[in-house]
């Protein structure tokens, strides 16, 4: 294979308006960026236990190479073009096949930055007012204050992590945890986008979603959907109702951007070239932020699968989405919400997200 600079491929013939249409609407601007991802995107129907966003994503986006594709050398792949690494794992192999790492966004190397035992440490050590306080041994524990959270480093949703009120609960337990945080009282939840380009760095707040649990474990844990795991059918998303928040005209549910942008500062002092991310942020009941994680592989709901392609088509190319695909945009993402609400009971987003096109590329936090 071939390598290129980075500016060659910047400058490389690649004129949207000389492409054949790929997608189902014909649009111009898709299937410019590979992504090589798990099986599933987070809202599978409870019902027939598939992923409709996910299937969006692939048929309107990206050129999508499940991982048995890849193995089984089942699917062409590109190899000239961008591509989001979106399973850890498999996109170490891939590089491994010679894939050119500069076209790769969310580079392993940077997402293990951010698992949570390093996380933790790195916002203690930074002195960070955004992370809980923190202990990796259980014979430390007595320096928290309970209740606590315990978690597993491959916890995922509510999969081991347990809150315990009392350090006999804790010693009676036979799990084991990797970590153990002070608990605190979340009077709200927020899953928040993140997209940092390789050519323009300066990080944007893409879209956010208030969590509000609706059953007694979810609203005990703080739990998150990670989807390099892919028995997603019964999972944990369904214990929360997703609200998509008006973050560019303010609003009474939104936290506060400022103290979102310090938090994503301390994300990408962690892992300074991740590329796309998500918050999970809390809000306790005295009015203080807190970081609760940091996903380098988030579930994807709603539109949020359509705003990181267009924000990676316009880092990596220097393109906007222009004329007849922008109509065509709208009704993609119209598709993704419906399927969305399908399986995410009560999901709703705000109609200013996907029908105005100057809302698609976020908020910049230099």
């Given at each position: 294979m ?6 060659e491929f910047?400058n490389?013939?690649?004129n949207?308006?000389r492409?054949?249409?790929n997608s189902?609407?014909d ?19 409870p ?5 409709e966003?996910y ?15 890849f193995?089984?050398n ?21 590089l491994?096949?010679g ?11 940077d997402?293990l930055?951010?698992?949570k ?11 960070s007012?955004?992370g809980?306080?923190?202990v ?10 309970f ?8 916890s ?5 992590v347990?809150?315990?009120d ?5 010693i009676a337990c036979?799990?084991?945890?990797d970590?153990?945080q ?14 940092k380009?390789?050519k323009?760095?300066t ?13 007694d474990k979810?609203?005990?844990?703080r ?9 997603l059918v019964?999972?944990?998303s369904?214990k ?5 928040v ?11 951007l ?7 500062k ?7 070239d991740?590329?796309?991310f ?6 306790d ?7 609760i994680?940091a996903?380098?592989q ?6 949020t699968s359509?705003?990181?392609y267009?924000n ?20 993609s993402?119209?598709?993704?919400i419906?399927?969305t609400?399908?399986a995410l009971?009560?999901y709703?987003?705000p109609?200013?997200?996907f029908?105005?096109p100057a ?8």
């Amino acid at each position: 294979m071939k390598l290129h600079s980075f500016s060659e491929f910047l400058n490389e013939d690649l004129n949207f308006q000389r492409e054949a249409p790929n997608s189902r609407f014909d649009m111009r601007i898709s299937s410019k960026v590979n992504c090589f991802s798990g099986e599933h995107w987070f809202t599978c129907d409870p019902l027939s236990g598939i992923d409709e966003v996910y299937k969006i994503a692939g048929h309107d986006l990206f050129n999508v190479i499940k991982q048995i594709e890849f193995i089984g050398n089942t699917k062409k792949i590109n190899d000239n073009l961008p591509a989001l690494g979106y399973a850890t794992t498999y996109t170490k192999s891939v590089l491994a096949s010679g894939y050119d790492p500069r076209l790769m966004y969310n580079l392993p190397k940077d997402s293990l930055k951010l698992r949570k035992i390093n996380f933790y440490k790195e916002l203690n050590s930074m002195g960070s007012p955004y992370g809980a306080k923190t202990v990796f041994k259980i014979e430390d524990v007595k320096k928290l204050s309970f209740p606590i959270i315990a978690k597993a480093e491959a916890s995922w949703q509510s999969k081991g992590v347990k809150k315990f009120d009392t350090m006999e609960e804790l010693i009676a337990c036979e799990d084991k945890f990797d970590l153990y945080q002070e608990a605190f009282k979340i009077d709200k939840e927020y899953r928040a986008i993140v997209f940092k380009g390789k050519k323009d760095l300066t990080p944007r707040l893409l879209i956010m979603s208030l969590r509000t649990p609706n059953n007694d474990k979810s609203k005990s844990l703080r739990v998150s959907e990670n989807i390099e795991h892919d028995r997603l059918v019964d999972n944990e998303s369904s214990k929360f109702i997703w609200t998509a928040v008006d973050i560019f005209n303010g609003c009474e549910n939104c936290p506060d951007l400022a103290e979102v942008g310090k938090m994503i500062k301390d994300v990408l002092a962690i892992s300074p070239d991740m590329n796309i991310f998500a918050l999970d942020i809390a809000v306790d009941t005295d009015g203080k932020h807190w970081l609760i994680e940091a996903n380098t592989q988030p579930g994807q709901n709603g539109i949020t699968s359509h705003l990181m392609y267009l924000n990676l088509v316009d880092d990596f190319y220097g393109l906007k989405i222009t004329g007849e695909d922008v109509d065509k945009m709208k009704t993609s993402m119209y598709s993704a919400i419906m399927a969305t609400q399908k399986a995410l009971l009560g999901y709703t987003i705000p109609d200013c997200l996907f029908m105005d096109p100057a809302h698609w590329y976020g908020i910049p936090f230099p």
